[in-house]
């Protein structure tokens, strides 16, 4: 589920509603347009709702780890997934609640900043035995499974820290929200010695949203993480702390009412896998097609879609194009309008290589315990749009004919 996040715009100082996949912000005050960026995980809290004659610069604020998003898994013969939404406790106490329940989805949440003068408690449960949860849960859900589990893969993730304010008022400990009760006779002063204030590189930093090649402004969505430059066609994405070009195409249409959506087109090679061709992956795949000459000659491309949607759409969508890439002619660097936003970072796409080769195979019993040894050498990243013709409630890909429903889009962007 979707947090709603109050932020001040960092132009005009206005009060402003986010979602928790936003990064382009557009002020509805100013309308100046900022890109968000972090170094590290996002880190909200909780409202404070403390009484006003409680010191704030002796409350608490005990770390939640949040992980949303999806675990694909292969186990056995089969491919499958979980959808995982959890906020646990981020340090090894019985005093505190172990989960925030609905709680950071319930009351919006804002970007922890200097305003806050209290104590940060230590996160002492690393971000990692999370994810290891989460991939309990994928265990559980295949238990009557008995074959050994080849492959697992966490795609499209966020993963976030809310921190729970808390404080102490007669030598009892209260939840700053609720001001409910939680523990009492226990010691603020060690508290206090086991947290630390509040660091500036916690804040997330906003980058200007001009093109960096030709100074023209950048274009996006508010949950883009590919912004556009229509006026020299070109296209960016954030690493490190700044904006870096990326290679992009786009496959023209004849038609004009044609909507685009972004795929990360990964060219990979595996030779210790005899995977060095779109013929090797057809042949390794074992489809039905004759492997011919012209296939051999092809590269091996793995085609993400380069979006969030739900699991098994996002399966059936990249496994149609990368299977039917052949029949995609090569794109040009014209944009148009009607592009969708890339919302699933390229890192995420590269995850996801091992995930494809596997829904591809229809060999399932042989390929899949093959993955845990496979390794896939990258040769080259595209992000290509392809055109949707617009027919009602479906957008159909021109060249393979596969439709996804504009639902479902809409859908995918509130995952
Ligand atoms: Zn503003
Ligand atoms: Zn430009």
């Known amino acids: 589920m ?51 004659h409680i010191d704030r610069r002796s409350m608490f604020y005990a770390p939640y780890l949040r ?86 893969a966490y795609i499209g993730e966020t993963l976030s820290c809310i921190y729970l304010p808390l404080y102490v008022a007669d030598g009892v400990l209260y939840d700053a929200v609720t001001n409910k009760v939680m523990a009492s006779g226990g010691s603020s002063e060690r ?93 390794v795949t074992n489809q039905p097609r004759v492997v011919m000459a012209k296939h051999t000659e092809m590269e091996l491309e793995i085609w993400v879609p380069a979006f969030t949607l739900r699991p098994s759409t996002f399966l059936r969508l990249g496994k149609t194009v990368t299977l039917s890439q052949e029949r995609i002619p090569p794109g040009d660097s014209v944009m148009v309008g009607r592009m969708h936003p ?14 494809f080769v596997a829904a591809v195979a229809l060999n399932k019993r042989k390929l899949l315990p093959l993955l845990p040894e496979m390794y896939f050498h990258p040769v080259a990243t595209t992000l290509s749009y392809l055109p949707f013709a617009d027919q009602g409630h479906d957008f159909v890909q021109e060249q393979t004919g596969i439709s996804v429903a504009k639902s479902v889009l809409r859908f995918g962007r509130k995952l």
């Open 191 to 283: 508290m206090m010695a086991q947290g630390v204030r509040y660091r500036e590189t916690w804040t997330p930093r906003f980058l200007a949203t001009l093109c960096p090649h030709c100074g023209d402004a950048l274009s996006g969505e508010h949950d883009s993480l590919v912004l556009l430059c229509h006026n020299c066609h070109s296209s960016w994405e954030e690493r490190r702390g700044s904006f870096s070009s990326i290679d992009w195409e786009k496959v023209s249409s004849i038609d004009s009412n044609v909507y685009y959506l972004p795929f990360w087109k990964l060219q990979v090679r595996s030779p210790e896998n005899g995977l060095e061709s779109f013929g090797d992956l057809l042949r």
């Open 67 to 152: 992980f949303k998003g999806n675990v694909y898994y292969c186990k056995g013969k089969f491919q499958k997934f979980k959808v995982v939404d959890t906020t646990q406790q981020g340090m090894d106490t019985a005093i505190l609640p172990p989960s925030l329940g609905l709680r950071p989805q319930a009351m919006p949440i804002s970007l922890v900043s200097s305003d806050i003068k209290g104590v940060f408690l230590r996160q002492t449960i690393k971000a990692q035995v999370l994810l290891e949860r989460a991939a309990l849960l994928t265990v559980i859900d295949s238990e009557n499974i008995e074959a050994p589990f080849y492959h697992r």
């Open 342 to 355: 890339v919302t699933l970072q390229r890192k995420e796409a590269v995850q996801a290589i091992k995930s």
């Open 2 to 52: 979707d947090l709603t996040i109050h932020q001040n715009c960092p132009s005009c100082g206005a009060g402003i509603e986010l979602h928790e996949a936003d990064r382009l912000i557009r002020c509805p005050y100013c309308e100046v347009q900022n890109f968000m960026i972090t170094s590290g995980v996002f880190r909200f809290t909780l409202p404070d709702k403390a009484p006003a």
